[in-house]
C-alpha cells in the first residue's frame, strides 16, 4: 500500500507537469498572436517567446521520458498480479489443510479476492490513463527530436517559415509600397464607389488614405503541388492591423458642400489568404510570363465608422452608415476575390503569346431552381413574413431575386433564375433571404429627410444567409444536383459558414459549360457577353497631337456600358475588357459607338456600329470573334486612308431556358 500511494504521488506530479505544459503551449501560442499584430513590442515579444518555447521544448523532452517510464511500469503492474494471484492460491491450499470451519475460509478467501481484485483494477487503469494521456501529448521541437534523433526540415518551426526574412524586407520598404497600395485603392474603389452610391449621396471619395507606419506582415507562405507544369501557385497569407488614416468625403444631394460629411475608419484590423500565379513558365529570365493576383476567400476586416458630428446629427449619418458599412464589408472586400484577378504582364507578349486566357472569363452558367423556403422566422409583429429570396455567385456581378411571398414562414416559388459562373471549382452560390416591410414602423416616427420614404414604405430586414459551394455540382455538368441549405445570421466571409436556426431553402442546381448550353436560335432571353480586344485606324479628333483618347460605348436593351479610355493611341488595344448584358432578349440589337475623350469639353463621336443579336445567336454556339468595319465620322482624317476602321471584338449569345422577364 505505501508503494501504491508513492506511485500515486508521482501520477500526481505528471498531471501538474501536463497542465504546466498545457498553459505553457496556450502562453506560447498567444504571445505569438499579440507580436504579429503589435510592431512597437517585436524585440520583448521576440525574448518572450523565445524564452517560452525553450521551456516548452524542455517540458517536452521530459513529457517522453516520464511517458516512456509509464509504459515500462505497465510491465510492473504484470508482475504484481502474478505475486497476488500466487498469494491467493497459497492461501487456498494453507486453509485448505488447515483451517477446519468452511464459512471461515470462504469469508478469508472472498475478502482477499475481492479487496485485492478492486486495488488492482483502480491502479492498473490510473497506468493507463496516465500512459494515454502521455503519449497524447504534442512532444514539441526537442522530444521529436529525442524519438526521431534528427528532425526533417518540414518539421523545422525556425524563423524562416514564419517568412521574418520577407517581413523585413517589406517593413523597410514600406513607406513606399504604403503609397502604391494607397493609390491603387483609390484607383479602383473610387469609381466603384461612385457606380454602387445611393441616389441621396451627390459624391463620395478619399479624403486622406495611408495605412500608417505599421506594414502588412506575411504569416505563411504555401506553394502547393497541383500537378500543373504550366504554373506555379503560391499560397501567401498575411494581416494587418494598426493605426491607419482613412478619412472619406461624402456630400449630399440637399445643401452640397454644406452638407459634406467626412467619416474616418477607425480600428481596422484585416486578415486574409492571396493567391499568386506565376505563368506561363518560359525559358527566359525571371522564368515566367505574367503574375496573377487574387484573394482566395473575402478577407475578415473589422472597422468602426465614426462620423463624429455630421450635419443633420445622428440622422443622416445614419442613413450614410446604412449603406456604406454593408458596402465596404461585403462589396469592397469581394472586389478581389477569387476569380476576380489582377494580370501582371511580365515578359512582352512576343515571348509571352496571348494573355487573355489569364483573364477572368466566363466558363458557363447555373440554372437554380427555387423550390420552397422552410421554418422561416416570424418578422411582423402582427403577422409572420414577407420573404423573397437574392441569389448571386459574383458579389460584384449579376444577381437574381425571387417574387414576393407574403405572410408566409414556409414560401413556395418554384421559380428558375441562371446566373454565370467564371471559375465553377473555386466559386460558391450565395443566397440572402431578406423580409419586406409595408411600413417600418421603426422609421416611421422618425423625421429622417435624407433617406426620406423608402426607409418607411417597403424596406427590408434580413432574414439569413447561406452558401452553396460549386465545386461538386460543376463535376457533373447537366445533371440537377438538390440542395436544402440552412440559413444563418453570419457573415459570407465566416470560415465556419453563415451558420443555421434561420429555416432552410430548397434548390435544384444545375451546372452547364458554355459549350453544353443549347438553344441559341430558339429561347428568347439570355445574356450577351462582350469582349473587347482591339480598334484600328481610328480617326484623328485631337489634330494638334495627331492622336484620339479612344474610348467606346455599348448600348443594348436601354442599358449603356463604356470601356476604359486608351490615351494617345489611334489602333488601341485592351487587355481585360469584359462587358456583360444578362437577361435581354435575343431580338435586341447592339450599339457600338467610338469616342474621342475630351476632358474640358464634349467627347467627340468617331464612328459607330449596330449588330442584331440574332447575327450573333446564329453563329457557331452563339460564339463569333471578328473585325467589324465602323462608319467614320467624315469630319475626321484617318491615319491610314487606305485602311478602314475596323473594331475587334467576341461577342458570345448564352440563352437561358424557362425564363421570362
Keep these: 500500500m505505501k508503494r501504491s500511494k508513492r506511485q500515486g504521488g508521482v501520477s500526481d506530479d505528471h498531471g501538474r507537469i501536463s497542465s504546466v505544459e498545457s498553459r505553457e503551449e496556450i502562453k506560447l501560442n498567444d504571445s505569438r498572436v499579440e507580436v504579429s499584430g503589435m510592431e512597437g513590442e517585436q524585440g520583448r515579444g521576440a525574448d518572450s517567446t523565445s524564452a517560452s518555447r525553450t521551456a516548452v521544448e524542455e517540458s517536452g523532452v521530459q513529457t517522453v521520458m516520464i511517458a516512456k517510464s509509464n509504459i515500462q511500469g505497465s510491465k510492473i503492474v504484470a508482475s504484481f498480479w502474478l505475486v497476488w494471484l500466487t498469494l491467493v492460491v497459497s492461501a487456498i491450499l494453507h486453509w485448505k ?62 524563423d524562416v517559415e514564419k517568412m521574418e526574412w520577407l517581413n523585413s524586407i517589406i517593413r523597410q520598404a514600406w513607406p513606399f509600397y504604403d503609397k502604391a497600395i494607397c493609390d491603387e485603392i483609390k484607383h479602383q474603389v473610387e469609381p466603384m464607389l461612385d457606380e454602387y452610391r445611393p441616389s441621396f449621396i451627390r459624391k463620395i471619395s478619399f479624403q486622406k488614405l495611408t495605412f500608417g507606419d505599421s506594414p502588412f506582415r506575411i504569416e505563411a507562405i504555401q506553394v502547393p503541388d497541383k500537378g500543373d507544369s504550366e504554373s506555379i501557385e503560391i499560397d501567401v497569407g498575411f494581416r494587418w492591423s494598426g493605426d491607419a488614416s482613412i478619412f472619406l468625403a461624402i456630400e449630399l444631394m440637399a445643401g452640397g458642400s454644406a452638407t459634406r460629411m467626412v467619416p474616418k475608419v477607425t ?44 450635419f443633420g446629427g445622428s440622422l443622416s ?47 458557363g452558367a447555373i440554372e437554380v431552381f427555387v423550390k420552397s423556403g422552410n421554418g422561416l422566422p416570424r418578422m411582423d409583429k402582427f403577422g409572420s413574413a414577407d420573404p423573397f429570396l437574392e441569389l448571386f455567385v459574383d458579389p460584384n456581378g449579376d444577381r437574381e ?9 414556409n414560401p413556395i416559388w418554384e421559380e428558375t433564375h441562371w446566373l454565370l459562373v467564371q471559375e465553377p471549382e473555386d466559386q460558391f452560390l450565395h443566397l440572402k433571404m431578406f423580409d419586406v416591410d409595408m411600413v417600418n414602423m421603426k422609421e416611421l416616427f422618425r423625421v429622417n429627410l435624407v433617406k426620406g420614404a423608402a426607409s418607411v414604405v417597403g424596406s427590408t430586414d434580413l432574414i439569413g444567409r447561406a452558401k452553396v459551394s460549386l465545386a461538386n455540382i460543376s463535376a457533373n455538368p447537366g445533371r440537377k444536383n438538390t440542395i436544402k441549405a440552412p440559413l444563418g445570421e453570419e457573415e459570407f466571409s465566416n470560415p465556419a459558414g453563415c451558420g443555421s436556426g434561420r429555416g432552410e431553402v430548397s434548390l435544384e442546381i444545375t451546372y452547364w459549360p458554355l459549350e453544353l448550353i443549347k438553344g441559341h436560335t430558339s429561347e428568347p432571353i439570355g445574356a450577351l457577353l462582350v469582349t473587347l480586344i482591339e480598334a484600328s ?53 447592339l450599339s457600338v459607338k467610338v469616342f474621342d475623350y475630351d476632358k474640358f469639353s464634349k467627347d467627340d463621336l468617331l464612328g459607330s456600329v449596330k449588330i442584331p443579336l440574332d447575327d450573333i445567336a446564329h453563329a457557331s454556339m452563339g460564339d463569333i470573334t471578328k473585325s467589324w468595319t465602323i462608319d467614320p465620322v467624315p469630319e475626321y482624317a484617318l491615319p491610314d486612308r487606305t485602311k478602314p476602321c475596323t473594331l475587334t471584338m467576341r461577342l458570345q449569345w448564352v440563352p437561358f431556358k424557362n425564363v421570362t422577364l
Design 401 to 409: 431575386t425571387t417574387s414576393k411571398k407574403a405572410n408566409t414562414l
Design 317 to 363: 449619418a445614419k442613413a450614410v452608415k446604412a449603406w456604406l458599412d454593408p458596402f465596404l464589408r461585403e462589396t469592397f472586400t469581394s472586389m478581389l476575390v477569387w476569380p476576380r484577378r489582377i494580370v501582371v504582364p511580365i515578359l512582352p507578349e512576343e515571348k509571352t503569346g496571348p494573355l487573355l486566357d489569364l483573364y477572368m472569363r466566363n466558363k
Design 267 to 310: 480600428d481596422l484590423a484585416v486578415s486574409g489568404e492571396a493567391k499568386i500565379v506565376l505563368s506561363p513558365l518560359l525559358p527566359e529570365i525571371p522564368g515566367f510570363g505574367a503574375a496573377t493576383v487574387s484573394l482566395m476567400t473575402p478577407p475578415l476586416v473589422k472597422f468602426h465608422l465614426d462620423f463624429g458630428a455630421a
Design 537 to 589: 485606324n481610328m480617326p484623328i479628333a485631337d489634330i494638334v497631337l495627331g492622336t484620339s483618347d479612344v474610348y467606346v460605348k455599348f448600348s443594348c436593351a436601354n442599358i449603356t456600358k463604356k470601356s476604359p479610355v486608351m490615351y494617345m493611341e489611334c489602333s488601341p488595344k485592351w487587355d481585360d475588357c469584359k462587358l456583360e448584358w444578362f437577361k435581354i432578349k435575343r431580338q435586341s440589337v
Design 97 to 158: 489443510l488447515y483451517a477446519s470451519s468452511e464459512l471461515l475460509k470462504s469469508v478469508v478467501v472472498g475478502m482477499i479476492v475481492g479487496f485485492g481484485g478492486t486495488a488492482m483494477y483502480y491502479q492498473n487503469q490510473k497506468w493507463k490513463d496516465e500512459r494515454n494521456q502521455r503519449l497524447g501529448m504534442i512532444p514539441g521541437k526537442k522530444g521529436t527530436q529525442f524519438l526521431l534523433h534528427n528532425i526533417p526540415l518540414w518539421l523545422s518551426f525556425s
